[in-house]
């Protein structure tokens, strides 16, 4: 009787073992779309990265509209998958509601912020946008021909700022007379979806004189860099390596690796580790592009220069402004 009481306990362990480890990783895709070509895009490609080199599967889900964003977590924390990897700000509210409930999940917010004190099941994840901004920034000052630049944002948040802000910054280190113009595509979460409402934000800077023009709007941005190579004028990409979808009209791509955040997530299971992260250029979470595709638009010498300052910003001599800090840019006015 105690041996089969034994066994029985032991099948039950393994039972238990054997649901935990089939616990399937899940990611929620922001709004645009998984194959929006930047930010979302990312985030699949480091989910299937992942299944590639484990053989392992996840659950994925595409919101079409805010009042999703609730009832996605839920169903995905019922359906046992762990962890839970969100992209996009607007998902920490929703979290803050669902992670109580699932104590034994792990929510992941990437770019956003869920209070760990409060909720230790949640991973905060962000990135050091301004840092890697500086870097496409000097490269426009650089490239560009008339003294202007320009950028694009989606929706008119700190965030987005932030990336307006630091690419300013770099752009005036080259050439402290250069003009920088900025334009957002919304306020709401529209924004983030809207090509040609960001091809027509393209023509009007270019008609101001810009001739190189950085978006960073998500699926926007898809309509701006058609728009800068319909004009015969540089863009820079964001978040993937855009600089195929025009090659030789799209200077760089500002490098917001999603993926690996992703990756690292579902690498990570059930083990995942909650203290908040900031990925920058010294943790290789941001980055300019540099490829087959624009090789030819970048010079050693503009090359040499941008690595230069990412040296410094790594070792802390060069220090770039974030805006999240106090809502307020050295080098631009929103």
Known sequence: MTLMKSLAGATAALA?????????PAVIY???GKFDKSFNEAAFGGAEKWAKETGGTYKELEMQDEAQRE???RRLA???ANPIVTTGFAMSDPITKVAPDFPNTKFVTIDGWVDPATNPNVLSIGFSEHEGSYLVGML????????TVGFIGGMDIPLIRNFACGYAQGAKAVNP????ISAMTGTTPAAWNDPVKGAELAKAQKAQGADVIYAAAGGTGIGVL????DEGILSIGVDSNQNHLHPGQVLTSMMKRVDVAVFNAFTAGEALDTKPQTLGLKEDGVGYALDDNNAALITPEMKA???AAAAKIISGELKVHDYRTDNTCPAATF
């Not at 238990?16 to 399937?24: F, P, Y």
């Not at 426009?140 to 003294?147: D, P, W, Y």
Request: charged share 20%.
């Open 78 to 80: 019922e359906s046992g």
């Open 305 to 307: 220069a941008v690595d």
């Open 226 to 229: 058609q728009a800068a190579a």
């Open 140 to 147: 426009a000052a650089q490239a560009s021909k008339t003294g």
């Open 30 to 32: 922001d709004l645009g």
């Open 16 to 24: 238990l073992m054997a649901g935990a480890a089939a616990a399937e």
């Open 71 to 73: 009832q996605a977590l």
């Open 177 to 180: 007379d250069i003009k920088f």
